[in-house]
DNA sequence: GGGCTCATGTAAACTGTTACATGATTAC
DNA sequence: GTAATCATGTAACAGTTTACATGAGCCC
């Protein structure tokens, strides 16, 4: 059930409505969780009737109207709760590494070409989340900022994201390129 | 549908019963995929349905009997199609991320003992994939292996398991260390 | 005798994904 | 006018986890 403790922790720093939150839990973009739009909205709903976030309609002139939900001291209890849990332990679950695990059985040329654009896809993910430490740090040095900061759990899992998305990057670009050499070795013979 | 060809993948190398591929695709071994028992059995019986893997009957004394499964040529040509898909982008889900996001409102005791149980668990894998790389390659160098080993994929995949494992162990010490030091900071103020 | 490993499953509950649906405004 | 963005949902389906069930042999 981490998805609304995931939520929860997404709502802590502003109001958020159920549209801005599957921005945040975007692909493109989550650093943290992801999920589906219909998940939040579904979950939010949920969070509401149990009492751990409340919301409130903003209503909008030239925009449909819209609820900002915000965590509710219930919701932060729950919050601590769950923390006081011992974390599941995560675990890869990767179509390409399926792909990979498959290497000498399947055509090279097919699994360079998914290696490449997985490659550029972290590449993406890594110049984002670079972007978006800087934003949160400011002009502070990280060293700074995470000594001084007054919220500093956003920064600390951007981190997690963006070593994640190098350790993708260069495995990635190794894989690839010990596949090219080796069929050039083949070619050759 | 990767749990399919993650099991295929599986398959390749050599004939496993069920049992045998739980023991693969525990938390504790996985390296490219994880799936509980009941995932496995269920799928293994589909895959034979499907005529993408065949089970053959091992009578054992001592022990209950097996089926083992190994792949056919319909399965290994499934696996050709999946891999000539695009993969999906790949996303950490991670309980752990989301009690660090929630870090600031909730307890830094507590989450430096989640931190640091997860460094331990982290630890003990790269021990466990280093090992397994070690018995894949055997004396020969990691370069010498990838250029001219004769299955390399699953060392392929074992190197990304290593690094994604080096990657927490390194992250979780890095925030707890941050978490302790602006502890300690506030008690002496 | 109690707990662990081998070996395989069924059933229910929960979580996540995909498809469909609506409707206004803004940018090209 | 066509597509994208804002804004929220329902319903069906697919995938994952947890609980329950069975039974023999092995080790202490």
Redesign the pocket.
Known sequence: ???RHAVLAALLDEEL????L??AFDLGVANFW??????L??E??RLEQDGLVTGREVV?D??????LFRVTDAGLAELEHFTALAAKPSFI?DDLLVKVQAADHVDTETLIARLTERSAFAQAKIDLFGRLLHTMRGDRTEEEFLRHGERIGPYLTCLRGLAFEHGNRDWCERAAAVLRERQGAHVRN
Do not use: C, D
């Not at 409505?17 to 801005?20: E, F, K, R, T």
């Not at 992801?34 to 998940?39: D, F, I, K, M, R």
């Open positions: 059930m981490a998805l409505s159920g549209y801005q599957t921005k992801h999920a589906q739009p219909q998940q909205y579904a939010l709903t909008q030239n925009r449909p109207n819209k609820r679950r």
